[in-house]
């Protein structure tokens, strides 16, 4: 959905007031392709090129300050330049960064996230997520000694070769699994599988034809990049259990759900995975993730030679830990409760806005994130959000960015600390007007 789709600028009021942005982006297409460094910031006609951020606020080129509810795709937990981990992350770029030698931080860090994390006996730090999914799978290939990796429809790990299948190919006819289909040209041709999210039938075809090959199934709590499709009560443990039955290993990928409680999702879902990636908001804002699980599976990381060496030369960089550890210690169950609270008043204030303009509307979302689908039917399923409308969102959402609020173009969004109430409400009134804004604008052209 992201950066196609249909997008209705004009009228909006955005390529009035991003002038420089548009500029911008005209530049950068001559060095960089497409303008970007990532392209899940392109956006037709053009993103908005920032200028900086502080606490809930992001500030373009042109000058105009937004309502951040992009939060680096959920990875700012406490809003831009969180101050505890600014001056931490300052204080350590004082003291050399990367320093080519093991720090103490990292075992502080180890041990807050073996505290919270019960799965976790030992771990290990990467620079990305994609780095963090792709040495858990590849522990759970050398613990099996099997090659395949299972993962879901729409779901997304990461940049890396082995997972970039079916992020956002037609949806899989219920029941089934499938070999992966390419998400990008120039992929090896890997063995990865992938099955319907929410779906054990599909999960269990999957083992029943290649359970002897399956290393592991790898799964996010909610589809973070389609509709943020929640799993269904139990099918992590249901997944988990077909898994174990046939000697494959459970990888649970947390890095965008653990900010959901201090403990992320397996807290909800009660379950425990046998590997599990954290990325996003552990780093404060820099590059930091982990993976880790139960010690006799990370023994494969362990020795003076061992079976699989992790290697990376910003690896645990010491800013990244120490603006983390700060903002990792105020993400506290206080901290949690309020946010997630705010969460829910923003999503019931969502559904009343479309309500009260006769709009049949979609909210999904847990704790501090949402999705606005605009749909009368629930979308519990990667299809059902493949098949949902957009245009009318695209409409709402470029009205939404021209009344200075950030949102992303598939309609998911999510709160930091930053923000208060006060906030949240600020931004169901700037809702409400792009509603009826694009309602007006829908109504005239027919
Ligand atoms: C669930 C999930 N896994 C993995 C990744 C990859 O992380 P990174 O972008 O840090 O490489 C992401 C990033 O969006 C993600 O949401």
Request: charged share 20%; proline share 4%.
């Amino acid at each position: 959905m992201s950066g196609s789709g249909h997008v209705q600028a004009s009228g909006s009021g955005y390529e009035a007031r991003t002038r420089l942005s548009e500029g911008a982006f005209s530049a950068a297409r001559r060095s960089l392709p497409t303008g970007v460094s990532r392209q899940t910031l392109v956006y037709r006609p053009y993103p908005l090129f920032a200028e900086r951020g502080q606490a809930q606020y992001l500030w373009d080129v042109d000058g105009n300050r937004y309502l951040d509810l992009v939060n680096n795709y959920t990875s700012l937990i406490h809003g831009h330049a969180y101050p505890p981990s600014v001056e931490a992350a300052v204080a350590q770029l004082h003291a050399g960064g990367a320093l080519g030698a093991p720090t103490r931080l990292e075992l502080e860090f180890a041990e807050l996230l073996r505290h919270r994390f019960p799965v976790v006996e030992r771990l290990r730090f990467a620079l990305s997520g994609t780095e963090a999914v792709m040495y858990a799978l590849r522990v759970a290939r050398a613990h099996t000694g099997r090659q395949r990796v299972l993962k879901f429809e729409g779901g997304f790990h990461g940049g890396h070769d082995e997972v970039q299948y079916n992020i956002a190919h037609p949806p899989m006819a219920a029941g089934t699994f499938r070999a992966g289909e390419p998400n990008s040209a120039g992929l090896l041709d890997l063995p990865t599988l992938v099955a319907v999210y929410n779906d054990v039938e599909s999960v269990e075809a999957a083992f029943a034809a290649h359970g002897e090959e399956i290393a592991a199934v790898i799964a996010e709590p909610f589809l973070g990049n389609a509709g943020l499709v929640a799993a269904a009560p139990d099918f992590l443990n249901r997944v988990k259990e077909i898994a174990h039955a046939h000697g494959a290993l459970f990888v649970l990928d947390e890095i965008q759900s653990m900010r959901l409680t201090e403990g992320g999702a397996q807290r909800i879902h009660q379950v425990t995975p046998d590997i599990v990636t954290l990325g996003k908001i552990m780093g404060g804002g820099l590059p930091l993730a982990a993976f880790g699980g139960a010690s006799h599976l990370m023994d494969a990381l362990d020795g003076f030679a061992p079976e699989v060496p992790q290697t990376g030369t910003f690896n645990a960089f010491s800013a990244s830990l120490a603006a983390g550890l700060a903002t990792m210690q105020a993400f506290d169950r206080d901290a949690v409760a309020r946010l997630n609270r705010e969460g829910e008043r923003l999503r019931a204030g969502v559904r009343r806005v479309f309500r009260d303009r006769d709009i049949p509307v979609t909210v999904n979302g847990q704790g501090s994130m949402f999705n606005v689908i605009v749909s009368d039917a629930p979308v519990t399923t990667y299809r059902e959000w493949r098949q949902a409308p957009t245009e009318l969102w695209s409409a709402v959402r470029m009205r939404l960015l021209a009344a200075g609020m950030y949102i992303t173009a598939r309609g998911t969004g999510c709160l930091s600390t930053a923000m208060s109430g006060y906030d949240v409400d600020t931004f169901l009134e700037a809702l409400a007007d792009a509603v009826a804004g694009a309602k007006r604008d829908k109504e005239s052209a027919r």
